[in-house]
């Protein structure tokens, strides 16, 4: 059965503190993807990654950074995070080609104080 | 204007109707295309890709329609169980995903 596992269910920081937030894949999967899911929006790529050490700006990738060092962990970086970071972030992995399911991981609801 | 775009609902139906909704996409060069089931605080889980020539899964069946660039999605006999989120997802030639907002709906007994 596939899995993607993320680091924290709910997290709560405080403007300015860096946050982690991480993503593991047991699929052997190349592609990973962080994304952020906002009421009325739908699922926004921040950024993704074709391989390790190789990553990708996606469509909001602004106050954010991305690290890949092994293949099955995808982690995404708040360097100071911001009231309008409060949101839910899904991290997805897929195997190479387009027409392929994305699997989800359960989500991180962030809340910025 | 947004790459893929649906109505949100709420569609609220009796069980045992039929519900159907659309989702239309700006990219003219897209490639791909699913429909994905997000239940309430959970995850987006793949519920069928749509082809070309439409297809059915069960109670539900999935339309293209290039020239206009849209999707559909029907769903036959609801099931209280179908009462969940449903995201439009387009991929383009660079692979990438674009969701739609999302279009709810919710069965009633």
């Known amino acids: 059965d596939v899995k993607v596992t993320q680091s924290s269910r709910y997290l709560v920081k405080r403007t300015g503190e860096k946050v982690f937030l991480e993503c593991v894949q047991d699929m052997d999967h190349e592609n990973m993807f962080w994304y952020r899911q906002d009421p009325g929006l739908g699922l926004r790529l921040i950024y993704f990654?074709?391989?390790?050490?190789?990553?990708e700006k996606g469509d909001i990738p602004e106050g954010y950074s991305v690290s890949r060092e092994k293949k099955e962990r995808f982690s995404l970086i708040l360097e100071s995070a911001s009231t309008n970071q409060t949101s839910m972030y899904l991290c997805?992995?897929?195997?190479?080609?387009?027409?392929?399911?994305?699997?989800f991981g359960p989500g991180t609801r962030l809340t910025v104080l | 204007r947004k790459e893929v775009e649906q109505d949100p609902g709420p569609f609220n139906v009796p069980e045992g109707a039929t519900v159907a909704f659309n989702c239309t996409y700006s990219?003219?060069?897209?490639?791909?295309f699913f429909w994905y089931r997000q239940d309430c605080r959970k995850e987006p889980k793949l519920l069928m890709s749509v082809y070309s020539s439409g297809n059915e899964d069960g109670r539900f069946t999935a339309q293209l329609n290039r020239a206009s660039q849209y999707i559909s999605l029907l769903i036959r006999d609801s099931k209280l169980s179908d009462s969940a989120t449903y995201l439009c997802v387009v991929t383009t030639e660079d692979y990438k995903l674009s969701f739609g907002a999302g279009t709810t709906v919710t069965v009633r007994a």
């Open positions: 990219n003219s060069a897209s490639q791909s």
């Open positions: 990654s074709y391989d390790v050490k190789m990553k």
């Open positions: 997805a992995s897929r195997a190479t080609g387009s027409t392929d399911t994305q699997y």
